[in-house]
C-alpha cells in the first residue's frame, strides 16, 4: 500500500509537471500570436513623383520594424520584393475590377491566380482587400452597381482562395466613417439609413468568413470639424489618445472613454449589433494626423502628428491587448496612414501630408512603430 501511493504521488507529480509545462508552452504560443496580431501596420501609397523606389521602400519598412504593410494595388515587383520578408500584407482589388469579378468566377480566379498565388506563401499575404471606400460613392448608376457586387466579388475571391487549401488569408473591404450616421455617444452608434441594404449581407459575409471589419478612423478630422462648428469642440488631448488627460462616460451603456478613437471604433462596434452583428472583428485600414497643413486647417503639425501615432502604437501594440470599453482586450489590427507624403494627391494641404517619412527616407518626425523603449528588445 505504502508502495502503491508514493508510485502514485510520484506518477502524479509527473503529470503536474507535465500540465504546467504544457500550460507554459501554450501561454508562449499565444503571447507569441498576440505580439504577431499586435504588430503596427502602414499604408504604403504611391500617388508622388518624389517617391524612393519600391526597393528603398521595402528596406525602409523594414528598418522601421513595420509588422504589416498595405498595399492600394497588388503591385508585382512590390509582392516579389516583400518575398521571404517578416512583413503581412494586405493588398487591394481596384474599384473598377469589382463588378466584373462579381459576375465572373473565372476572373476572381485568374485574379487570385495572378496577384495572390504567383507569391503566396513566400510574400506573407494575409489579407486580400476588396475595393477602398467602395460605399462612400453611391451616387452614380456605376458607382452603385459597384456597391451592390462589393460583397459578390469578396465571395468568389474567398472561394478561389479557400479551394487552394489556404485558410490563413483574411478577404475585407476598407470603409470609410462617412457609412455612419450617428457615432455620439459610442452607444447610439448607427449606420446611415441608405447604407442598410448594403452593410446587412458584408456583416453577414464577415461574420460568416470571420474576417474583420476594416474601418478608415481618423479622430482629426472628428476633432477639427467640432473644432470649426464649436471653438471649444472636442478636447484636442482626448483626440490625440493623451493618457490621464480627460474621461467621457457613455450616458446609456456606462462605459468609460479616455479617448476619442476609442468613442468612434465602439460606435462602429454598436451600429453593427443595431444589425444583429455583435461579434464581427473590427481592424483599423488606416488612421493617423497630418503634419502639415493649410493656415486654416489648425492642429496639423508635426508635433501632435507625433503625439497620435506614439500614442496609437503604443495603444494598437500592447500584449495583452487593450481593445476598446466595448470590446475590452480584443485584437484590433492596425495600419498606419502613411509611409510617404502624396504630393499628387488633390485637395487641401493636409491631403498631401500624411508621410511618416521623407522622400530621402529620413524620418518627418521621432516615430517608433514598435512601441517599445527599446525596438531591440
Not at 39 to 56: F, M, V
Request: hydrophobic fraction near 40%; charged fraction near 20%.
Amino acid at each position: 500500500m505504502i508502495f502503491a501511493f508514493a508510485f502514485f504521488h510520484m506518477q502524479n507529480h509527473k503529470f503536474t509537471k507535465m500540465a504546467l509545462l504544457f500550460l507554459t508552452f501554450l501561454c508562449l504560443i499565444t503571447s507569441s500570436r498576440a505580439a504577431i496580431l499586435n504588430r503596427i501596420g502602414i499604408n504604403y501609397g504611391r500617388l508622388g513623383n518624389n517617391l524612393p523606389s519600391p526597393a528603398k521602400s521595402i528596406e525602409l519598412l523594414q528598418s522601421m520594424n513595420a509588422g504589416r504593410v498595405k498595399l492600394y494595388d497588388a503591385d508585382h515587383e512590390i509582392l516579389h520584393l516583400l518575398s521571404g520578408k517578416n512583413i503581412e500584407v494586405a493588398i487591394t482589388v481596384a474599384n473598377d475590377e469589382i463588378s466584373a469579378i462579381a459576375s465572373n468566377q473565372h476572373l476572381a480566379d485568374q485574379w487570385v491566380y495572378e496577384h495572390v498565388l504567383a507569391h503566396y506563401p513566400s510574400t506573407k499575404i494575409r489579407f486580400v482587400l476588396v475595393g477602398n471606400e467602395v460605399l462612400s460613392s453611391t451616387n452614380t448608376v456605376q458607382d452603385m452597381q459597384i456597391a451592390k457586387d462589393l460583397v459578390p466579388a469578396m465571395r468568389r475571391i474567398k472561394n478561389t482562395i479557400k479551394s487552394q487549401g489556404i485558410r490563413n488569408i483574411k478577404v475585407g473591404t476598407p470603409l470609410a466613417m462617412d457609412m455612419m450616421g450617428t457615432t455620439f455617444p459610442p452607444s447610439n452608434g448607427s449606420f446611415k439609413p441608405e447604407m442598410r441594404e448594403l452593410m446587412i449581407p458584408l456583416l453577414k459575409y464577415l461574420n460568416g468568413t470571420r474576417s474583420f471589419f476594416f474601418v478608415d478612423v481618423y479622430p482629426y478630422f472628428a476633432w477639427a470639424e467640432s473644432r470649426a462648428n464649436n471653438q471649444t469642440g472636442i478636447d484636442l488631448g482626448f483626440a490625440l489618445l493623451r493618457s490621464g488627460n480627460m474621461t467621457y462616460t457613455d450616458p446609456q451603456s456606462g462605459l468609460v472613454y479616455t479617448d476619442l478613437l476609442d468613442q468612434m471604433l465602439d460606435s462602429v462596434v454598436y451600429a453593427m449589433a443595431k444589425l444583429g452583428y455583435d461579434d464581427v472583428m473590427l481592424a483599423i485600414a488606416e488612421t493617423g494626423w497630418p503634419h502639415e497643413g493649410d493656415s486654416d486647417e489648425f492642429g496639423a503639425n508635426k508635433e501632435n502628428a507625433a503625439e497620435y501615432n506614439n500614442n496609437l502604437i503604443k495603444k494598437m501594440s500592447a500584449t495583452p491587448s487593450n481593445g476598446t470599453p466595448a470590446r475590452p482586450g480584443a485584437v484590433i489590427p492596425t495600419f498606419i496612414f502613411s509611409m510617404y507624403d502624396e504630393n499628387q494627391k488633390y485637395g487641401p494641404a493636409t491631403e498631401r501630408h500624411w508621410g511618416l517619412m521623407n522622400p530621402d527616407g529620413s524620418a518627418v518626425y521621432a516615430v517608433n512603430i514598435t512601441g517599445k523603449v527599446n525596438p531591440s528588445d
